[in-house]
């Protein structure tokens, strides 16, 4: 197989410091890996840990334990206990992350969100921002809105202009924290063939999807997540 990412053993806790130190298995030893153009579809209920997960990928969170190794410039890097320059440099060139909000920088305006990951890579601005109007409009962002910052938008506003971002380049492996959730029906099908687009292309993604239409429109396989099949919320009492 064409892997992009192989996961190994992988676990998360989290300490509550200011609840007597209960600490929470969140994750615990999870094996999967993804190829290119395949879609795996984390499933659970709230509080599975799917969002953790996706964190802890992209380096948020330090894991417990375990190995997360990405295909990156056509080496295999290892970033659990990698260095931060390390994780920054995969960021920029292979792991892109749509998370479920919106960060938004005040006074910088929408245009300039949205093409700041492709001229990170050192697109020209005329590139990048031809890139970026497309989307802006293929996601129906009004072009009166285009120059103005995102922070007054509305919650569905913000999250097109996420999505906006994360598709802005290929990305070699993609991580989706439910990119269609607060979408109306027009907006969700051009996320789904945004995605598609991006299989074509030969991204992996490991994406969560609210909506169960959206989740078999994009799913090539599900990892389930529930504490049966995983034996997550193991909690555990500490000193
Ligand atoms: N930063 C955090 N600190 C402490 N506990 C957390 C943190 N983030 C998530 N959790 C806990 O981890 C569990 C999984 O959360 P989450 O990954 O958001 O679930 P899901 O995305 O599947 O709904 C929940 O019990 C949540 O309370
Ligand atoms: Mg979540």
Redesign the pocket.
């Known amino acids: 197989m064409n892997n992009l990412i192989e996961v190994s053993g992988l676990s998360k806790t989290?300490t509550?410091h200011q609840q007597h130190g209960v600490v929470?298995n969140?994750l615990s030893d999870l094996n999967f890996s993804v190829s290119a153009g395949e879609c795996l579809v984390l499933h659970?209920q709230?509080?599975?840990?799917?969002?953790?997960?996706l964190r802890t990928l992209y380096g948020n969170y330090l894991a417990a334990g375990g190995s997360i190794r990405i295909l990156h410039n056509g080496q295999w890097v290892e970033l659990v206990d990698a260095e931060p320059r390390q994780v920054l440099e995969v960021r920029r060139q292979t792991l892109g992350y749509v998370s479920q909000f919106l960060r938004v920088i005040p006074r910088v305006s929408t245009l300039d969100v949205v093409m700041e990951p492709a001229l990170a890579r050192g697109w020209t601005k005329e590139a990048a921002e031809e890139r970026a109007k497309s989307l802006l409009s293929r996601l129906n962002i009004p072009q009166a809105l285009w120059q103005l910052a995102p922070g007054t938008f509305s919650g569905g506003e913000q999250q097109r202009v996420n999505i906006a971002r994360g598709f802005m380049v290929n990305w070699p492996l993609m991580l989706l924290d439910e990119p269609t959730a607060s979408l109306d029906d027009v907006n969700r099908q051009v996320v789904l063939e945004l995605i598609a687009e991006a299989k074509a292309a030969g991204s992996a993604l490991i994406g969560?999807f609210h909506d169960r239409t959206a989740r078999e429109a994009v799913a090539d396989r599900y990892l389930d997540?529930t504490p049966e099949h995983s034996k997550q919320?193991e909690y555990v009492y500490a000193g």
């Open positions: 989290f509550l929470l969140v659970g709230s509080g599975a840990g799917k969002s953790t997960l969560i997540m919320q």
